[in-house]
């Protein structure tokens, strides 16, 4: 078979920085001459970039390759090849236990996909993991997201080693990518039409320590706003150890960085936090919280939790339960702790029965529900400007997001229009109701200077 015959399907599961990966490998791939396919059931060879971080991703990844497998033993596809995360951390049983599987490629050897893939449909195994810093952190990139917006991947690898994170021994340490590369690279992504920036990495307020000896995430957002074409800019994963009074004023200076901090806190009880490798405290997230919402008019606030943490007792439940209502966080997801091999709180004594974990994730999802819901009713009668993501046939409705919601991750705005509207358009809506997380409006108007778009109009 030529290889420029060979068509190559992806699946990507897991988080934005895995997709980046994925975006490279289909790039490495489309570069080798192959012919990449939409429906990965319809391709010759198929990748699945798999996540491994926690136990419901290793079981997603896992029947994502058996389904694959069973559509080799049927004939359809002829070669199934396994990335990421969960290729990287169980390599060696992958391989015996699921042995149609035919490419096993540790993230080190991810530049290797394309030659891998040959070798497979000529009826070899490839199994190779060569060390976690040879992970390429640039290359072409074929975009799987919207076209109107894209991820950039500004480190790899964690070097905070929280001890219930596997990341550090599945990624390796921080290893921050150059600030001229990256402006290089998103000087690439806006000349392709991207107007919203979405920073990523496992800690993206560590950004540069490790290169410059200091943090410089504030100078890259300056600089990245000087880009012309990008209307957006956000960031993800923000430690609130180091949201600097520096970081604070450049978000609020600059008009392109959305007001929106997505800061992971996991927990707020001293103990809890301390068995965590977490510097911070309630005291401490209180007093940031109020800095900047005071500091940064309009900031929306996202965290994420962790309930049943190893020792976690009803009292220290009770506080983090009572942070959440006292500070009414704008979004929140909420996760049972998940014990992972290899780190250290999975070792630890007293670990939380699965169901009181399990119970305690809900009891803190239905008080955020709660919050939410009021604080959208508050929404009602004002105009958001909305970057248009797509049209529902079921509910008749366009949709997509304001800069107060993430991509793939917060909730949609729905609305009416009498007009067909284009995807990545920039409209007004008026809020008209509330649905859920959601929100239901009515087209009111372009955004005056912003109705540049990717598409002629959505049916």
Known sequence: ?????????????????????????????KNAGFELVGDAALADAVVINTCGFIESAKQEAIENILEFCQLKQEGRIKCVAVTGCLAERYRDEIAQEIPEADVILGIGSNTEIADAIRRALEGEKVVRSDVKEKLPLCGERVLTTLPFYAYLKISEGCSNCCSYCAIPSIRGPMRSRKIEDVLAEARWLAERGVKELVLVAQDTTRYGEDLYGESRLPQLLDALCEIDGFRWIRMLYCYPERITDELIDTIARQPKVVKYIDMPIQHVNTDVLRAMNRRSDEASLLSLIAKLRERIPGVVLRTTLITGFPGETDAQFEQLHAFVKQVRFDRLGCFAYSAEEGTRAAQMPNQIDEDIKARRAELIMEEQASIMFTENEKKIGQTLEVVVEGYDRYAESFFGRSAADAPEIDGKIFFKSEQKRALGEFVQVRIDDVLDYDLIGTYVGAVPGRNTSCDSGIE
Request: charged share 20%; proline share 3%.
């Open 1 to 29: 078979m030529m290889a420029d015959k060979i068509r190559v399907g992806m699946v990507s599961l897991g988080c934005p920085k895995n997709q980046v990966d994925a975006e490279i490998l289909l790039g490495f791939l």
